[in-house]
């Protein structure tokens, strides 16, 4: 993990762990660049925490569709392939997976404060598409 991934997921789980929804969404509203620049930091980090060895020759891509209390519908994406990620704001043509969630509990997965199949058996994310695929991508990122 690079050292801008490793700030931001730390600053991310000091701010979101042990609260609940209501407070995750107000800290993202309150930063000074609100919930798309928090969106924007963590998938531009997303890439420095890829672990190319694990994914192996995987190819698959991730459309994240999070929506944060303000009914704005914010798209996302992480596009994995020949030893590398991608990530960014906006949509992946043909996604293998598409995955649909609150902004608190994408965080919360993001930096493990929530088990993603916690979340998936409790309906908090929805998931569509490979479901193989998506059950894998999280062992592919490094935590510090």
């Given at each position: 993990?690079?050292?801008?991934?490793?700030?931001?997921f730390?600053?991310?789980?000091?701010?979101?762990?042990?609260?609940?929804?209501?407070?995750?969404?107000?800290?993202?509203?309150?930063?000074?660049?609100g919930?798309?620049?928090?969106?924007?930091?963590v998938?531009?980090?997303l890439?420095?925490?890829?672990?190319?060895?694990?994914?192996?020759?995987?190819?698959?891509?991730?459309?994240?569709?999070?929506?944060?209390?303000?009914?704005?519908?914010?798209?996302?994406?992480?596009?994995?392939a020949d030893?590398?990620?991608?990530?960014?704001?906006?949509d992946?043509?043909?996604p293998?997976?598409?995955?649909?969630?609150?902004?608190?509990?994408?965080?919360?997965?993001?930096?493990?404060?929530?088990?993603?199949?916690?979340?998936?058996?409790?309906?908090?994310?929805?998931?569509?598409?490979?479901?193989?695929?998506?059950?894998?991508?999280?062992s592919?990122?490094?935590?510090?």
């Amino acid at each position: 993990m690079n050292q801008a991934s490793a700030v931001a997921f730390h600053e991310i789980r000091a701010a979101i762990e042990g609260q609940t929804a209501e407070s995750i969404h107000s800290y993202a509203a309150a930063r000074e660049d609100g919930v798309d620049g928090l969106l924007d930091l963590v998938f531009a980090n997303l890439p420095g925490a890829f672990l190319p060895e694990r994914a192996g020759d995987q190819r698959v891509s991730f459309q994240y569709i999070l929506s944060a209390g303000d009914g704005i519908e914010r798209r996302y994406f992480a596009v994995v392939a020949d030893g590398r990620c991608e990530a960014g704001k906006g949509d992946t043509e043909s996604p293998t997976v598409v995955m649909t969630m609150d902004l608190a509990v994408f965080l919360q997965v993001l930096v493990g404060t929530m088990a993603p199949v916690r979340a998936f058996l409790t309906r908090k994310i929805k998931v569509s598409g490979e479901m193989m695929a998506a059950t894998k991508f999280e062992s592919w990122f490094a935590r510090p």
